[in-house]
């Protein structure tokens, strides 16, 4: 009906399709339908309970009002010591910016920076939002391909190539929404060999799963000296401390970028909510036993996932060491992704996101989440080998 009044920039944005799967397993569960769920990227904990009751006093000491557009001072400080302690990298105050979640981070970093033409290279598959965000802003998504054959990580000669004048941005996500996959130091030193005399491309690092990781640590590119100023951090508290609801996030950038991400807030959003931003101090100087718990538990579930999907013929997968996905190859069925998800949905009852919701060269994969009970995943993996029998 109002199709002609709608602005033409709206045909550049793309959804989530999680949100869409999870819409159809709904809708198959309210016909009776016993769906297991695995589409949806979101931690099945409770957000830890000191957290819950620093956001209820914050309520009650009247923390209920408009803040500071890039956050409390005292919210900044402790997300800017957090980053010194987990990071290994010295910031400041004035360079967070607090929002409504870690997705703001990627919308705002592209209203800024990316001009009509500006070449943006994205890792494919990748969170859909980066590519949608980019579009949005007039900016092209140039595709830095991530395959199982190396474990999901960087192809440092492939990402040379894409170099070209008109890059203006690089993301990394490390670890990696769909893959699971880490990106090594190596890998981050090989970026940085790579852009080291173009200093005029700036880094989006998405590093919301980076207390997500099995064996080891991640290395932030903005650990370096040199790309510390270059570099927008996106992290937030959704999936370390189980919040997704909560909606709060932040940025950690240069002082003069995030003077354009207040104004961006500004304009939008004027500030994440009050109480919220206290209990995130809760959070970050808290205990911290519930973070190791979940990693824990997402570590136990993820051996255990990616053996049992291993013994299944024709499914391949390889061991992530981050995030909570596996991202299996399913490509010897000969039936696209899409098709693999939808039936596997409508015929054995696991939700699950096709390889391609993530980018072009998620095609032969699936992604699917354990962030659910190993009892669910169990139950899933039967289903799953019932299914390709069948195929
Ligand atoms: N970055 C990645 C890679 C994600 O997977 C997600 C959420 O799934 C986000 C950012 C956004 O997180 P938030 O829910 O805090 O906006």
Request: glycine letters at 8%.
């Amino acid at each position: 009906m109002f199709e002609q009044a709608i602005a033409s920039r709206m045909g550049l944005l793309h959804t989530e399709s999680a949100f869409q799967i999870l819409a159809k397993a709904r809708a198959l569960e309210a016909e009776g339908r016993s769906i297991i769920h695995m589409e949806i990227g979101q931690p099945d904990f409770k957000t830890p309970q000191n957290i819950i009751e620093a956001a209820y006093k914050a309520m009650n000491d009247g923390y209920t009002g408009y803040t500071p557009t890039p956050g409390l001072p005292e919210s900044r400080k402790a997300i800017a010591d957090y980053a010194a302690a987990h990071k290994g990298i010295v910031t400041s105050p004035e360079e967070i910016v607090i929002v409504p979640g870690g997705k703001p981070v990627m919308f705002y970093t592209m209203l800024m920076l990316v001009e009509p033409g500006d070449e943006v290279i994205c890792p494919n598959p990748s969170f859909p939002i980066y590519e949608s965000c980019i579009n949005f802003a007039g900016g092209k998504a140039v595709s830095l391909p991530l395959t199982s054959k190396n474990d999901f990580r960087l192809d440092v000669d492939y990402f040379r190539n894409l170099i070209t004048p008109k890059t203006k941005l690089v993301i990394i996500n490390n670890p990696s929404n769909p893959t699971g996959g880490v990106f090594e130091k190596e890998d981050i030193e090989a970026v940085a060999e790579i852009l080291k005399d173009r200093p005029d491309i700036f880094i989006m690092s998405d590093e919301i799963y980076d207390r997500l990781v099995f064996d080891g640590n991640v290395v932030s590119i903005a650990k370096y000296p040199e790309f510390k100023d270059r570099t927008i951090i996106l992290d937030g508290f959704s999936k370390t401390y189980s919040m997704t609801g909560w909606r709060l996030g932040y940025g950690i950038m240069h002082k003069e970028l995030a003077a354009h991400m207040e104004m961006l807030m500004v304009n939008s959003n004027s500030c994440a909510t009050a109480f919220n931003q206290i209990a995130a101090i809760e959070a970050l100087t808290g205990p911290q036993d519930m973070v190791e718990v979940m990693k824990n538990a997402f570590k136990e579930r993820r051996d255990w996932l990616v053996a049992a999907l291993n013994e299944i013929p024709g499914v391949n997968c390889c061991l992530p060491k981050g995030a909570f996905y596996v991202f299996p190859d399913i490509s010897s069925f000969g039936i696209s992704s899409d098709e693999f998800a939808d039936r596997m949905l409508n015929e054995a009852g696991v939700a699950a996101a096709a390889g391609t919701a993530f980018g072009a060269y998620g095609e032969g994969y699936i992604r699917l989440s354990y962030a659910t009970s190993l009892d669910n995943i169990k139950a899933a993996v039967e289903r799953i080998s019932g299914f390709t029998k069948k195929l």
